[in-house]
């Protein structure tokens, strides 16, 4: 029987009552977009100062770019109340916005060169010179160009009293923190595994401007004026021609994700091992400013890229490895998630429930050891579906076998289906606002969401990705000119929109005064010299 340890685990649940919590996890977005002109090329203004300080608040922020918005939401269990902050954060950014749009999709528009992107600032701290030191050697090393691509992040948790009920029913006899950061490894390894899934079914960016090629050699087709796609792509960004480790392959490291502890001590070989490459670079830059932290394989943990990533909250200007290691797994960060096009927010609802059956899926299946043999396969299938994941009939690797990606994908959805049933049964009976024929029938999100799965499998063209191609098709619009008038459209719907609460301006407002506040405090009590204070972060053991 297929998938008998999955079916036994949630039966063991459903016996011992300990179901009903599934579905009580935590969940947060990071959602990042580009502030763009009026004609959709990259801002060169600073961050708005009505935002905030990107270095200490903690819902707006930047991430490479000083105009590459990065948009937070605290954790929260309720999917509405999670979409609700993130639509009055959204509203908020555009009250404070002056002849700028932000960019709808994961790819960028127009591009200009490495110079055309301003690398974000954080003022004169230590802190934030090295958020912006780090970000200079992320250019020097890979390109500024490569940065501009933006993604949906989705921070999930399981409700902590989940944790001792599940031990028990596996009868394991680890600490509690082994046991929690055991299993959200094994997760990690399925999502790998099964990670494919994402971008075909929310991948959506199959074409991109002709600029983010610049002089690169690539097989991508032409599709309208300045834009170029592969027919049968659903996702570009997660593709070749998006951010990539090159370190894994060239400069002999692989994150190990066998157990936390093999994970941690591979990331920190890796941000320990000085690369020649680098040393030619250099650490002082001609102008005598810092162009990288240091000349590692890794400045930093944060710079290996992967799809998803084992996560702790961080004490002050603690290392990540070592929050790991000293306190376990608190939550998984999946970073394959591209910027949904189709709606304002980046991501719908129905997109956050599928993920959230997938997490529970690959938590609950049996996870053994990724091999190396099995990550090039892991990698292959990556690469296939993100450029060629809707032809008719294309083959995956499982394990050794060949299979179609369609019969593949079905018997995943069927062995989510019970999950999905799980979800249903236990959650609140309100039918999310939503009018039932009649009032006869359930309300099934969940199994709603493994419906609409199931027919992207069988019908691409209601792919995301599709859909968007076919648009493209229809107007005869480059790429970047769908953009615009997607950010023109949704920038008219956030400044209609409402607050979900009477509050709401004032609550963000009050953040940034706030965050300016916190910036300032570190800028005249942070004296140490910058060599100084890097030296005592690099040292952190404990």
């Known amino acids: 029987m297929k998938y008998k340890a999955l079916q036994q685990r949630l039966m063991r649940l459903l016996n011992s009552g300990s179901a009903k919590v599934l579905g009580l996890g935590l969940i947060g977005i990071e959602r990042e977009t580009l502030r763009v002109t009026s004609t959709g090329t990259i801002s060169q203004n600073t961050h708005p100062q009505a935002l905030g ?38 509203k908020f950014v555009y009250t404070q916005l002056e002849n700028e749009y932000l960019w ?39 390109g500024r160009i490569m940065q501009t691509i933006a993604g949906i992040h989705y921070n999930y948790s399981l409700p902590e009293e989940f944790w001792p009920m599940f031990k028990d029913l596996e009868q394991n006899s680890d600490s509690i923190s082994e046991f929690i950061s055991a299993s959200y490894m094994g997760m990690i390894r399925n999502l790998q595994r099964y990670g494919w899934l994402v971008p075909y079914l929310f991948g959506a960016s199959p074409a991109v401007d002709k600029s983010f090629i610049a002089n690169r050699s690539t097989d991508l087709k032409p599709f309208t004026k300045n834009t170029l796609y592969y027919p049968y792509a659903t996702s570009l960004r997660m593709g070749d021609i998006g951010y990539q480790n090159s370190l894994e392959e060239g400069k002999g490291f692989r994150a190990n994700y066998d157990s936390l502890d093999t994970y941690v001590r591979s990331l920190i070989w890796a941000s320990q091992i000085s690369c020649p490459e680098y040393e030619r670079l250099g650490i002082i830059a001609a102008n005598g400013e810092y162009q990288q932290l240091n000349t590692r394989v890794l400045q930093i943990e944060n710079e290996h890229y992967s799809t998803i990533r084992p996560k702790q909250i961080l004490q002050g200007l603690e ?38 059956i997938l997490l529970l899926f690959c938590l609950l299946n049996d996870s053994p050891r990724i091999s190396a043999h099995e990550t090039k396969l892991i990698n292959a299938n990556q690469l296939l579906v993100a450029h060629r994941g809707r032809e008719p009939g294309l083959k995956l690797q499982k394990q050794d076998t060949s ?46 969401t493994i419906a609409i799965a199931k027919e992207q499998i069988l019908n691409p063209e209601t792919t995301p990705s599709a859909r968007m191609l076919r648009a493209m098709q229809i107007t005869g619009e480059s790429f970047a000119e769908f953009m615009q008038r997607l950010s023109r459209q949704y920038q008219t719907n956030f400044r209609k929109s409402d607050y979900s609460s009477p509050t709401g301006y004032q609550y963000f407002q009050d953040l940034a005064l706030e965050s300016h506040k916190r910036q300032q405090a570190l800028e005249t009590t942070n004296n140490v010299p910058f060599e100084q204070f890097l030296q005592k972060y690099f040292m952190q053991t404990e």
């Open 53 to 90: 300080s990107p270095l200490t608040h903690p819902y707006i922020t930047t991430d490479f770019s000083e105009a590459l918005l990065e948009i937070i939401t605290p954790p929260q269990q309720n999917l509405d109340l999670v979409l609700n902050f993130l639509q009055d954060a959204h």
């Open 104 to 142: 709808p999709a994961s790819m960028p528009g127009m591009l200009e060169g490495d110079q055309s992107i301003p690398i974000a600032c954080y003022g004169k701290s230590n802190p934030g010179l090295m958020k912006t030191v780090y970000r200079r050697g992320i250019g020097l090393r890979y």
């Open 319 to 356: 290392k990540p490895v070592l929050a790991l290691r000293n306190r376990g797994i608190r939550y998984v960060e999946l970073r394959s998630l591209d910027v949904n096009i189709f709606t304002p927010l980046g991501i719908n609802i129905d997109q956050m429930r599928f993920l959230n």
């Open 403 to 448: 299979i179609r990606l369609r019969s593949w994908a079905q018997e995943l959805l069927d062995a989510m289906n019970p999950i999905a049933e799980i979800l249903d049964f236990f959650a609140p009976k309100s039918p999310d606002n939503k009018t039932i024929a009649n009032n006869t029938a359930l309300y099934l999100p969940y199994k709603n």
